[in-house]
Every structure is written in structure tokens, then in C-alpha cells.
């Protein structure tokens, strides 16, 4: 007859498998036994109107109507600036080379960028012109400008 297949350190490791099974049983019984309520209802947390976490859960008497024709879905339409015409102001920076330029509001003191493909007329640093506002980008952007005589 055959030998048997199972060798001393095959049983072996049988026996710590069954054990380490048996202590996770244990220790899974003791938790249970220990726990402090374990509910979800212990573990539940609520936000209050104000934003503060409770305890208890929030109460709707404070609910208020609100009509569903007033929603606005989307970005909401801008109202139409003002437009004063052109503004007054002078070139504080301009390069030549490069296209582009600030132009400081005489009212303001704003100063806003320009590039040569917004000035209608030649222009330099130091002249008086009158331009319009543009929203850029990065910002205003003056266009249309146009040096005063």
C-alpha cells in the first residue's frame, strides 16, 4: 500500500488556518457583545437650517412656497449697461512693434488694454482719444479708437 499524501507540515498548516478562522469568529462575537448600539439610527447625523450637524432629525414646519414660474434655469440675462458713447482718454503706453497699448480713462482712471486691430486711426503715446469698451478675455478692452484732434 501507498503511502498517505497528507505530510506532517500540510496538516500543520491546517491547523493554524482552522485556528486563525476560529479567533476571527471569536473576536467577530466579542465586538458585537461590546457594542454600544451599532444602529443606524445611532450613526445617523442630520444638517440643520443653519448648516449645524444634529442629533435629532430637522423638523419642515419652516418649509416656505415658492413659485416654480419664478425659476430661472441657466445664466440669467444681463441687463443692458448704460451707453454713455464713447470715452475720453489717453494713450499712456503704446508699442508699435508689438500692436497693443494702454489707454488711461480720463474720468476713471482706468486703464485699458487696445489692440492695433481696434484703433480706426493712426495714433501715438501722449494722444487724446476717445474709444469704447469691450469686454475681453482678460478684462475691458478699449476699441474703436479714434485720436480727438
Known amino acids: 500500500m501507498g503511502k498517505s499524501q497528507e505530510t506532517y507540515s500540510k496538516k500543520e498548516k491546517e491547523k493554524k488556518r482552522l485556528k486563525k478562522r476560529q479567533d476571527k469568529l471569536l473576536k467577530k462575537e466579542e465586538r458585537k457583545e461590546t457594542s454600544t448600539g451599532g444602529g443606524l439610527e445611532n450613526m445617523m447625523a442630520y444638517v440643520d437650517e443653519n448648516g449645524n450637524i444634529v442629533d435629532t432629525p430637522p423638523v419642515f414646519t419652516k418649509k416656505k412656497e415658492i413659485d416654480a414660474s419664478e425659476i430661472v434655469l441657466g445664466v440669467p440675462t444681463r441687463e443692458a449697461e448704460e ?34 486691430n481696434g484703433v480706426l486711426e493712426e495714433i501715438r503715446e501722449n494722444d487724446k482719444v476717445t474709444f469704447e469698451l469691450e469686454r475681453g478675455p482678460k478684462g475691458m478692452n478699449a476699441v474703436k479708437v479714434k485720436r480727438i484732434a
Open 83 to 116: 451707453e454713455a458713447g464713447p470715452a475720453e482718454g489717453k494713450v499712456a503706453y503704446y508699442n508699435d512693434s508689438k500692436g497693443y497699448g494702454f489707454i488711461k480713462d480720463l474720468q476713471s482712471q482706468e486703464s485699458y488694454f487696445f489692440h492695433v
